[in-house]
């Protein structure tokens, strides 16, 4: 009993900033953000892929056609 006693006694609790309660002053990152800018940048690179390929064709296709 007397160590417990002991142990409340050197018991210092956490001095909290009252400036600070309540308020997250660095926002931590999720990563989520991340994710989906990077996962539109690569979808936005496939459309542009498919698109020029198909712009290629057609004009292949029209050039064939004149001769």
């Known amino acids: 009993m007397p160590f417990q006693l002991n142990v409340m006694e050197n018991f210092v609790p956490e001095e909290i900033d009252p400036g600070k309660e309540g ?3 660095e926002p931590q990152p999720t990563g989520v953000p991340l994710l989906l800018i990077i996962g539109i940048v ?3 690179a496939v459309i542009a892929l498919i698109v020029i390929t198909q712009v290629r064709k057609a004009r292949r296709r029209r050039e064939l056609e004149e001769d």
Do not use: E
């Open 23 to 25: 308020m997250n002053p």
């Open 42 to 44: 690569v979808a936005a």
